[in-house]
């Protein structure tokens, strides 16, 4: 191991880097070091590279767990600015450690970093050694609050894992340090007695009374303007803060404020640092960027129609991106083409991890010219009455440099005006499409969007090249510092990884020449058979509608699929699947093969990009998963060993939201409220509610579920039956999280969907009440999940209709306000209404006409209630007598105002139509049995004949005061008995033409 750190510092000495040493107090990564967390700021330059011992005290496990560490080793390289071709550099730097990059599958996958006590982030990814996370690779955005110009890359190597992978062990004890000394050897000893202190002897005390002195000290630095004293003091708060945690001593509340408090000495300090490098005068001197490119000032002509091929080549783009990106782009070079006069054929787009292709057909070689009249002033004031031109003629032929003589005359909208006929020259096809390409390139825009080595422009990660070609001639693109050209990128590990592109025409076909699979569609397919087939050699399946969602991950993972059958051990079979296929799909993104019945095989398929060494990659990809399912049986064994009553407690060291408390607070909340919506339950549903009530959410305490987040509830399932819970209280605890998804099921029994429903009630009304309600696209706590979960769970259980949308939300409020946070009426009407969208955006993607949407919307507050009345209108399409009721019932509607009570006096009515609607009317409602559209429609249709009648025969708006509000009263009636059932103006005209 210490040769690989030799060769590291050697390799990046040689490129420019200073090396600095280990920083001298605990961090928790190589990032806080002050050579990247505070030279990462400002305009100077900075090359860095140094060995980290990274110190986390969670992670302690006594040196028991193969692959975690209180203390490992981080080698940290920081290059400000971006140099351009980082990843480059990063690949030759394995090489340098002896990885052979050629045979093994390396690859870049999205991993986005964070750190919100120090106000920083990042976009970049993980780097995959066959299948195992080697790096950490970050180009910086912003640190300690502050926007960072120039970017810097961030390159992070996870040494221990690196050598583990070299050397072939699996165990970090078995790791070959130095010449014959192992790395459990030297540092076996450190690691047992550092995780008894961070896990069990620390003094909590003294650790609190250090944390104070440690956070007063960084003040006091601060106030003296000395921000490195202070960057210290903030690292060893952050240190002993975790250190408190690992001992399980810091609350809810008490997290929430020690974050806030190092949250804000570290943005003090990251301020004060750049302000004093800008007062000492940026001693490293200001970085260089790429100057702009040169705009072209002339264009070639062309004068045949030829294929478009426009390319832009970026550095690996997370997989939803990458769909993305081609629709956006496609249709963004489509509707710039279609403002231009430029004739030319379809525009397609095709898109990989590296590269979005559009290609369009039979360009034509120029614009057509086109005519255009400008227009004057009106004839009438163009011209004097012996027909001389005016001032105002004589000033618009001027400044259009033409004799007034030549003025037209043009009658427009009934106006005759002058003018003169101006004819625009077609422009030429290259020209044109420099202008359009390059805006495409420099509007380039994602859901999250970074800068590198360019100020001006932004994206879902790095633009790097830019192809550009009309049949075979270059389009002159230029966009910021970037120019176009006709030289694309395949292969990073190809004999020749940057090749000329000869012509626009059969690009997909060069791709592929080159090993790459441009088109989405062929390489999943691709993915769906070579998978398929690899299963059945074991006599196993794939399950392509399950996977689905990860297989078209896969797809946009890799550029040329190359499937590959690994397997594991028979005896990890004994953990339940979900924990199985959950480490293959999250963490290793492979493909679970089962038998035709659904059972787990111990094989899997992993798909490698590219070329590469099928044997050497099959071993990586099998240590990886056995190492992820050692982890996970030993969290399966501790957690087995916790009753779920004790694992409970553990909830009050999970924080859910700063104002709502920790997790124990919310799980108490939730049992309440499943308490007061199941109070009509059977004795057996009841009595399995109120045991899995006081057991909810105890699996997020579990070291399985604190690991593997979407394991919750399916823990909880394993857990309470092993610890002699009754069946139908785990299945109730499993149910509680369901649906996960908007494709997944709801709840299978009652208790776990009164469970469920308390669960989401909570949630929505609790964090609208603090002021979390989603914005735009942001919704970190899943309320819009939350809520079309509600609307499921009650369309799905239509037992459960006494549980109301009202009812749910003023239950959860009345236990939220319990705790001392208010929650305002308006805010409970706003959660509803949020709900309600939510449901109405679910009928209307499921096809239901908007109209008859709309008219049961007032009924969601129990959607099983308006689905079924929904059925019920749909399935009176075609019905007469139906449609007729509807419009006497609108007609009814319009003419009563607002507020009118439905009472009057029915003496007061005298003539026949009014008393015979009077007389229908109380056989209609003595006939109601239920306000259910099909019982209202057989007893209200009676009532369409006499409306009918009342409206030819009869002036309502009688001069009469007491005769008028009679039969308003009698109209509002009949208005009254009809608003519970539907919102019939709703209807609008839907039933007319029937």
């Known amino acids: 191991m210490q040769d690989a750190l030799i060769a590291l510092t050697k390799y990046w000495t040689d490129r420019g880097c200073m090396i600095v040493q280990p920083f001298n107090t605990e961090v928790g990564a190589g990032t806080l070091n002050p050579a990247t967390i505070l030279r990462v700021l400002g305009p100077e330059p900075w090359r860095v590279a140094y060995v980290e011992p990274s110190v986390r005290p969670d992670d302690a496990r006594y040196g028991e767990n193969p692959n975690r560490l209180q203390t490992h080793t981080q080698f940290q390289v920081i290059l400000k600015p971006d140099p351009g071709d980082p990843q480059e550099q990063y690949l030759a730097s394995l090489e340098a450690l002896g990885i052979d990059i050629h045979a093994h599958d390396i690859r870049f996958v999205e991993d986005n970093w964070a750190n919100p ?34 970017v810097s890359v961030e390159v992070t190597y996870g040494v221990e894992r690196i050598i583990m992978a070299l050397q072939g062990v699996s165990h970090f004890k078995d790791i070959q340090y130095a010449p ?102 940026h001693p490293l001197g200001m970085s260089e960027l790429p100057p702009a490119a040169e705009v072209p000032a002339e264009f070639a002509e062309v004068t045949e129609p030829a294929p478009l091929l426009f390319e832009i080549g970026t550095e ?24 231009t006069r430029l004739d030319h054929g379809d525009v397609v787009a095709d898109a990989t991890p590296r590269r979005i292709v559009v290609r369009v057909g039979r360009v034509a070689p120029r614009e057509p010219d086109a005519e255009r009249f400008v227009r004057g002033p009106r004839a009438s004031a163009a011209f004097d009455a012996e027909g001389a031109p005016t001032k105002a003629a004589q000033g618009f032929a001027r400044g259009q440099k033409i004799d007034p003589a030549a003025l037209e005359r043009v009658e427009q909208d009934g106006v005759e005006y002058v003018g003169v006929t101006r004819t625009d020259l077609g422009r030429g096809a290259l020209e044109v499409l420099s202008g359009v390409l390059g805006e495409v390139v420099t509007e380039l825009r994602a859901d999250k969007n970074m800068r590198w080595n360019d100020r001006k422009l932004s994206f879902t990660r790095p633009v790097r090249w830019l192809v550009a070609l009309l049949g075979d001639r270059v389009v002159p693109v230029t966009a910021s510092s970037m120019t176009a050209g006709r030289e694309t990128r395949v292969h990073r590990t190809a004999a020749q990884p940057v090749v000329p592109v000869e012509t626009a025409a059969g690009y997909l076909d060069f791709l592929a020449g080159h ?24 006599g196993g399946t794939i399950d392509e509608q399950a996977e689905a969602g990860l297989i078209d991950e896969i797809t946009n993972l890799v550029e040329a699929p190359n499937a590959i059958l690994g397997g594991f051990s028979e005896t990890y079979l004994e953990l339940p699947q979900e924990i199985l296929t959950t480490v293959m799909r999250k963490h290793q993104r492979y493909l679970p093969v089962r038998t035709a019945d659904g059972e787990l095989l111990p094989h899997f398929v992993a798909v490698a990009n590219g070329a590469c060494d099928q044997d050497a990659v099959r071993a990586g990809n099998e240590a990886v998963l056995r190492a992820r399912y050692e982890d996970a049986s030993f969290f399966w064994r501790a957690d087995l060993k916790v009753a779920p009553e004790i694992m409970k407690a553990g909830l009050r060291r999970l924080a859910f939201e700063e104002k709502l408390g920790s997790m124990a607070d919310r ?37 399985m579920v604190i690991e593997l987040t979407s394991l ?71 309320l819009r999940r939350a809520a079309a979960g509600v609307i499921s769970i009650l369309r799905a259980h239509p037992a459960l209709s006494d549980i109301t949308l009202g009812r749910g939300l003023r239950s959860a409020a009345d236990h939220v306000r319990a705790q001392g946070i208010e929650v305002r009426e308006e805010t409970l009407a706003e959660v509803e209404e949020f709900v309600v969208r939510r449901y109405e955006q679910q009928l209307l993607d499921a096809g239901h006409d908007h109209r008859h949407v709309a008219a049961v919307l007032p009924l969601a507050g129990a959607p099983a209630g308006a689905e079924a009345t929904l059925r019920e209108i749909e399935q009176r399409a075609g019905d007469s007598e139906f449609a007729a009721l509807v419009t006497a019932l609108q007609r009814v509607r319009r003419i009563v105002p607002a507020g009118t009570r439905p009472e009057y006096d029915p003496a007061r009515l005298v003539e026949p139509a009014e008393v015979a609607l009077h007389g229908e009317l109380v056989k209609a409602k003595d006939a109601m049995a239920t306000s259910a559209l099909a019982g209202f429609v057989l007893a209200a249709t009676s009532l369409t004949a006499p409306i009918n009648t009342f409206f030819d025969d009869i002036l309502v708006m009688s001069e009469d005061a007491e005769v008028r509000a009679a039969r308003l009263g009698l109209l509002a009636t009949i208005r009254d008995l009809a608003a519970p059932v539907l919102d019939w103006q709703a209807l609008g005209t839907s039933f007319a033409a029937d």
């Open 117 to 150: 006590a120090t106000g920083s982030w990042g976009l970049g990814w993980e780097v995959w050694l066959d299948g195992l996370e080697i790096t950490q690779f970050t180009y910086f955005q912003q640190a300690g609050g502050m926007s960072l110009d120039p």
């Open 180 to 281: 014959g000394i192992t790395y459990g050897e030297a540092f076996g000893q450190a690691e047992y007695e550092m995780s008894r202190f961070y896990l069990d002897d620390a003094d909590v005390e003294t650790q609190k009374r250090l944390f104070e002195d440690y956070a007063n000290e960084a003040r006091r630095m601060l106030d003296a303007r000395l921000p490195v004293p202070a960057h210290l003091h903030v690292l060893k708060c952050s240190h002993t803060f975790n250190v408190l945690d690992s001992r399980g001593a810091v609350s809810t509340t008490e997290r929430a404020k020690a974050f806030a408090r190092m949250r804000g000495l570290a943005r003090e300090v990251s301020a004060l640092w750049a302000e004093r490098r800008e007062e000492l005068g």
């Open 316 to 339: 690996e783009l997370p997989p939803h991106e990458v769909t993305r990106s081609a629709a956006a782009i496609r249709d963004a070079v489509a509707s710039k083409l279609a403002a």
């Open 515 to 538: 090993g790459i699979v441009a088109s989405m569609t062929v390489r999943r397919e691709q993915i769906v058979k070579a998978a398929r087939d690899l299963a059945a050699t074991v």
């Open 667 to 703: 799980a108490a909340r939730v049992a309440a409220v499943a308490g007061d919506l199941g109070a009509e339950l059977s004795t057996t549903d009841r009595s399995t509610l109120d045991r899995a009530a006081a057991l909810a959410k105890f699996d997020l305490a579990s070291q």
């Open 712 to 782: 919750a509830g399916v823990m909880a399932r394993e857990y309470a039956a092993r610890s002699g819970e009754p069946q139908a209280v785990a299945e109730a605890l499993f149910d509680m999280e369901r649906p996960r998804s908007s494709g997944d099921r709801p709840p299978a029994t009652v208790p776990g969907a009164v469970l469920a429903l308390a669960d989401r009630f909570d949630m929505l009304v609790g964090l609208f009440a603090v002021g979390a309600a989603p914005t735009g696209s942001s919704d970190p706590f899943g």
